[in-house]
Nanobody, 123 residues
Framework: QVQVVESGGGLVQPGGSLRLSCAAS????????MGWFRQAPGKGREFVAA????????YYPGSVKGRFTISRDNAKNTVYLQMNSLKPEDTAVYYC????????????????WGQGTQVTVSS
């Protein structure tokens, strides 16, 4: 079983940057694909990024590709989401999630979730 805790959210101006962290428990962290999702008020949960267990493969939807970067440090059991060139439409609660199988952009296929961290992009 894996427990995940997100941190690093906050208020940032449009065009700014923010880095989210996700600390995970468990001795087999490297066996898990890790993903970031977000949910804005009144909207469904949206896929933001995913990274393979080794960190060698990453996945992004078109809405964030080139602006967001996911990475992981397996020695620290931590996943990061570097967000650059932030836009007001990036405002949402951001969630970290883990799944034992390979890549998926479907939030329903992830097994473990954090409590979320709020990101607000506003001037």
């Amino acid at each position: 079983q894996v427990q995940v805790v997100e941190s690093g959210g906050g208020l940032v101006q449009p065009g700014g940057s923010l880095r989210l962290s996700c600390a995970a428990s468990g001795r087999t962290f490297q066996d898990y694909t890790m993903g970031w999702f977000r949910q804005a008020p009144g909207k469904g949960r949206e896929f933001v990024a995913a990274i393979s267990g080794s960190g060698g493969t990453t996945y992004y939807p078109g809405s964030v590709k080139g602006r967001f970067t996911i990475s992981r440090d397996n020695a620290k059991n931590t996943v990061y989401l570097q967000m650059n060139s932030l836009k007001p439409e990036d405002t949402a609660v951001y969630y970290c999630a883990a799944r034992i199988l390979g890549y998926s952009s479907d939030f329903r296929s992830y097994d473990y979730w954090g409590q979320g961290t709020q990101v607000t992009v506003s001037s």
